[in-house]
C-alpha cells in the first residue's frame, strides 16, 4: 500500500485487476504450475507451507546479544528504505515494474540478515514474487520507459509483474467494450428504422388497400413486433443476470484478498510482538540493576554518616586545640608588638628608606592603575644608551632618529641576538671543560652564581642543543623571510623575560627555570637566561610559532596586543602584525643597557631632581619613541577610558555599578556608533547580518581590519559574494581582537543575542576605546 498508494488507502489498482479481469472474469496469472493453478490466481498460496508464528527466546533482543544487534541495524535500514518509499508513493501515480521491483529486493536484502524471522521472509519472498511476476515478454510503453529511466534490480530487469498484463488486458477489454457500444448503438438505430418503416407501410396500406390486404398487413406487423419485444426482453433479463454475477464475483475477490492480506500480516504481527517482549525484557533488567545499585548506595550512606560522627568527634578535638593554640598567638602577638616598638625607636633612618620604598611602588601602582603607562616608558627610554644599536663604523645616535621602525626593530633584535651568542658560546665553553674536567663543579663564568656542575645531565644536554642553535643565527636584514622559522622571536622572549645582566630598565620577570621553563627575571645567570630558551626546543615550526604566540600574550603590553598575533602571523611573517607587537615590546621592554641606574629614574621619593634643557627636548629617544608608537597604533599603551561617556541624563557614575552587562554593552555600542534617538539599538539580536558589527570594528579595531586583505575587498563586492566574505571578515577580526573565540557563523546568520553578547563583552573589555574627551575630568 506504501509504494502502489498513499499510506492506509484500499488495496491497490494492480492486485485488483490481478484478481478479476474485465467484467469481473478471473484473468490467468501465467505462473508456472498446474491446471488449477492456471485457472485461479491464488492457486499458489494451497502449494505453499503455512509459515509457523515466530517465537523469539526472551533473552534474544536483550543487549549484547547478535539479535539485538540485527534488530537495531534491521530498525536503521527500514527507516533509511522508508523515506525512499515515501518519495515513490509521492512520485508515481500507480504501482509500477520499479517500485514493485524495489520491495521485493528490499525483502530479499531482509531474508538475507541473521534474524529470528529469515526463514519465514524467504517464504514471504517467493510466495510475493509467484503472486506478483508471471511469464511472458509483453510490456506497455509506459512501463518500458519507466524502467528504461530507472536503476532497475538485475534480478528484476527481464521479469515481466502481472499487473502489467492485467493493465493491458484491461486496455483490451475497454478498447472491445467502447466498439460494442458503438455497434449497439448502431444496432439501436437500425431497429427504430425498421419500426418506423413497418408503421409507413401500415398506413399506407390502411390508406389505399382492400379489406382482406388490410388484415393480413395489420397481422405481419403484429407478429414483427412481438419478435422485437421478446428480443427486447430477452437482452434486458441477460443484462440483470450479468450484473448481478458480476458483483458476486467482486465480493468472492474481495473476500480472498482479504484473507490473504491477513495471511501475510500475521507473521510480522508474532515478531511484533517478540520484538516487543524482548524489550520488556530489557526494562526488567534494567530495574534490577538500578535495585541493587539503591541497596549499594544505602550502605554507602550508613558509611558516610558513620565517617560524620568521626569527623564531629575531631572536630570538638580541634575546637579545643584552636583555643591553646589562639591563647599562644595572643603571647607571641605582644611579644612581637614590642619588638617592634623597639625596632622603630632603634632604627628611624631604615622606617624612612622603608617608607620611601613603599611610596615609590604606590606611585607605580597609581600610574598603572590610570594607565598612563606612556610617562615610564619615556622615563625607561630616557635612561637607554641607543649607542648599543649602531654598527662599528657609525657614531652619531641621531641616525637611529631618522631610521623607519622596521629598521629599528631589526637593529633592536640583532642586539639581543648577538648577546645571546657571547653567552651561548660562554655556555658551550663551559660545558666542554666540565665534561674534560674531573671535578664536576664550575663556577659561573658570568658571574651569575649557578655552577654548570650543578646541572643534570639532561638540562645539559638540553642547554647546548639550545646554544648551537643560537650560535648559527645570522643577522637580519629582511623581517618577511628571516623570521619564518621564529628562531629570532624565541631569542627575543628569552632576553625580555631573563635579560643578561642585572640592571637592564622596567620589569624582566619570566615564567618557571629549569631545562623546559621560560627562566626567571632578575639576578640572570647563563644558566637561567639559557633556560629561557625552552622554545628552541621544538624543531616544529608550526609548534614553535604556537608556542610563542603563547608566551608574548603573557608579557603583551596591552589588551589589544595581547590577542593581535596568531601562529600563521608568524610561519608566514605577517609583517603586518609582527611590526605592531614588536614595536610595542621595544617600548615597554627594550632590555638595552642604561645609562644611569634604575632608582635615579624611578625614585620618585628621595631621588635627585633632574635638571631640564633645551637640547633635553630634542634627544634622539623622543623620535625614536615617536616613531615606534606610531608604528605600534593601538597596542602601544593601555589608556585611560572614560566611562562617563556612558551615562544618561541624570546619571552619576556610581548608577553604572547597577546596570545589568547587557544595558552596558548596548550603551557603549549606541555611543561607539554615535547612535541616538529612535536609531539606537536596543537588543543585541538587530546585529544579525554582521553590517553593525564591521561598523563597529571600523571604529574599535581599524589596525586589526587592515592586515585582513579581505577586508579591503567587502566595498567592491555585492549579493552573497560579499555577505559571504563580510561573515569571514568578522570572525577573523574578531579572533584578533577578543580573549575567546566565539563569534561564528551561524550566530551572524541567525542573531544569536547570547553569542554576539558573550563577544562584545570581550571586545568592551579588550578594546573599549573611551577616550577622554576635551571636557572630561580625566583630562
Known amino acids: 500500500q506504501t509504494v502502489g498508494g498513499k499510506p492506509g488507502s484500499a488495496p491497490t489498482r494492480g492486485f485488483a485487476a490481478f484478481q478479476s479481469g474485465p467484467q469481473g472474469a478471473p484473468l490467468r496469472s501465467g505462473t508456472a504450475g498446474s491446471k488449477a493453478d492456471r485457472s485461479s490466481p491464488l492457486g499458489f498460496v494451497e502449494r505453499l507451507p503455512a509459515p509457523a508464528a515466530p517465537r523469539l527466546p526472551r533473552d534474544a533482543a536483550r543487549p549484547g546479544s547478535r539479535s539485538s544487534a540485527a534488530g537495531e541495524n534491521l530498525a536503521q535500514w527500514l527507516l533509511e528504505r522508508e523515506a525512499e518509499f515515501e518519495a515513490l508513493a509521492q512520485h508515481h501515480g500507480r504501482i509500477g515494474a520499479w517500485p514493485t521491483a524495489l520491495v521485493l529486493d528490499t525483502v530479499g536484502a531482509l531474508a538475507a540478515m541473521p534474524l529470528p524471522q529469515k526463514e519465514i521472509l524467504a517464504k514471504l519472498l517467493v510466495l510475493l514474487e509467484s503472486s506478483v511476476y508471471v511469464l511472458g515478454e509483453q510490456r506497455l510503453v509506459e512501463d518500458e520507459r519507466i524502467i528504461a529511466e530507472a536503476t532497475l534490480p538485475r534480478r528484476y530487469a527481464s521479469r515481466l509483474p502481472c499487473f502489467v498484463v492485467a493493465r493491458q488486458q484491461q486496455a483490451r477489454v475497454q478498447e472491445l467494450i467502447n466498439r460494442i457500444a ?24 390502411a390508406a389505399g388497400g382492400e379489406g382482406g390486404n388490410r388484415i393480413a398487413a395489420a397481422t405481419s406487423l403484429a407478429r414483427d413486433s412481438m419478435r422485437t419485444f421478446l428480443y427486447v426482453f430477452v437482452l434486458g ?264 645582566g642585572s640592571d637592564h630598565g622596567m620589569g624582566g620577570g619570566g615564567s618557571g627555570g629549569g631545562a623546559h621553563g621560560g627562566g626567571g627575571g632578575g639576578g640572570h645567570g647563563s644558566t637561567s637566561a639559557a633556560g629561557a630558551l625552552w622554545m628552541l626546543d621544538s624543531r616544529d615550526h608550526d609548534a614553535r610559532a604556537a608556542n610563542i604566540t603563547n608566551a608574548f600574550r603573557l608579557i603583551a603590553p596591552s589588551a589589544a596586543a595581547q590577542f593581535f598575533l596568531r601562529p600563521s602571523d608568524i610561519t608566514k611573517c605577517n609583517v603586518d602584525v609582527l611590526h605592531p607587537i614588536l614595536s610595542a615590546l621595544f617600548l615597554h621592554a627594550s632590555r638595552l643597557p642604561s645609562a644611569m641606574s634604575n632608582s635615579q629614574v624611578f625614585d620618585y621619593v628621595g631621588a635627585q631632581p633632574q635638571e631640564e634643557d633645551a637640547e633635553q627636548l630634542e634627544s634622539p629617544w623622543q623620535q625614536v619613541a615617536a616613531t615606534l608608537e606610531a608604528s605600534a597604533s593601538l597596542c602601544a599603551y593601555e589608556t585611560a577610558q572614560d566611562l562617563s561617556q556612558l551615562l544618561e541624563n541624570g546619571e552619576v557614575p556610581n548608577d553604572l555599578l547597577r546596570l545589568p552587562g547587557s544595558e552596558l554593552i548596548l550603551r557603549w555600542l549606541n555611543v561607539k556608533l554615535e547612535l541616538t534617538g529612535a536609531d539606537k539599538i536596543t537588543n543585541l539580536s538587530d546585529l544579525k547580518g554582521g553590517e553593525v558589527l564591521m561598523e563597529l570594528f571600523l571604529k574599535v579595531a581599524p589596525d586589526v581590519l587592515s592586515v585582513i586583505p579581505e577586508a579591503k575587498m567587502i566595498s567592491d563586492l555585492t549579493g552573497s559574494v560579499r555577505v559571504k566574505m563580510l561573515y569571514g571578515v568578522l570572525i577573523q577580526c574578531a579572533s584578533r581582537c577578543a580573549a575567546f573565540d566565539v563569534l561564528t557563523r551561524e550566530a551572524l546568520i541567525e542573531g544569536q543575542g547570547d553569542v554576539i553578547a558573550t563577544f562584545l563583552a570581550g571586545l568592551f573589555l579588550c578594546r573599549p576605546n573611551l577616550f577622554a574627551r576635551q571636557d572630561s575630568a580625566l583630562q
Request: net charge positive; charged share 25%.
Open 237 to 500: 433479463f441477460w443484462k440483470v443476470y450479468y450484473r448481478q454475477q458480476q458483483r458476486v464475483n467482486r465480493t468472492k475477490t474481495t473476500m480472498i484478498h482479504d484473507g490473504m492480506v491477513q495471511d501475510l500480516v500475521k507473521p510480522f504481527k508474532h515478531w511484533q510482538m517478540a520484538w516487543m517482549d524482548g524489550l520488556v525484557g530489557d526494562q526488567e533488567s534494567t530495574h534490577e540493576a538500578f535495585t541493587l545499585e539503591q541497596k549499594m548506595l544505602a550502605v554507602e550512606v550508613k558509611d558516610l554518616q558513620t565517617q560524620q560522627e568521626d569527623l564531629r568527634g575531631e572536630l570538638s578535638m580541634s575546637l579545643g586545640t584552636e583555643k591553646r593554640m589562639q591563647a599562644k598567638l595572643d603571647v607571641l602577638t605582644g611579644k612581637r608588638e614590642a619588638l617592634a616598638a623597639k625596632l622603630a625607636q632603634a632604627q628611624p633612618d631604615l622606617l624612612q628608606s622603608t617608607l620611601g620604598k613603599v611610596l615609590n611602588i604606590s606611585f607605580v601602582a597609581a600610574l598603572r592603575e590610570a594607565q598612563l603607562c606612556r610617562l615610564p616608558v619615556h622615563q625607561g627610554f630616557a635612561s637607554k644608551d641607543f649607542a648599543a644599536l649602531l654598527s662599528l663604523e657609525e657614531e652619531d645616535v641621531m641616525r637611529l632618529a631618522r631610521m623607519s621602525s622596521e629598521q629599528l626593530i631589526i637593529r633592536w633584535l640583532n642586539y639581543h641576538i648577538g648577546q645571546f651568542k657571547v653567552l651561548a658560546n660562554t655556555i658551550l665553553d663551559a660545558i666542554a671543560r666540565q665534561a674534560n674536567s674531573d671535578d664536576n663543579r664550575h663556577a659561573d663564568p658570568d658571574g651569575g652564581g649557578a655552577l654548570i656542575g650543578e646541572m643534570p645531565a639532561r638540562d645539559a644536554e638540553a642547554y647546548a642543543d639550545r646554544c648551537r642553535l643560537v650560535r648559527s643565527l645570522h643577522k637580519l636584514r629582511n623581517l618577511t623571510e628571516d623570521l619564518k622559522d621564529s628562531s629570532a622571536l624565541a631569542v627575543l622572549y628569552a632576553a625580555i623575560v631573563c635579560p643578561i
Open 182 to 205: 458503438y455497434l449497439k448503438n448502431i444496432s439501436v438505430r437500425c431497429k427504430k428504422l425498421k419500426m418506423f418503416s413497418s408503421v409507413l407501410q401500415l398506413k399506407r396500406f
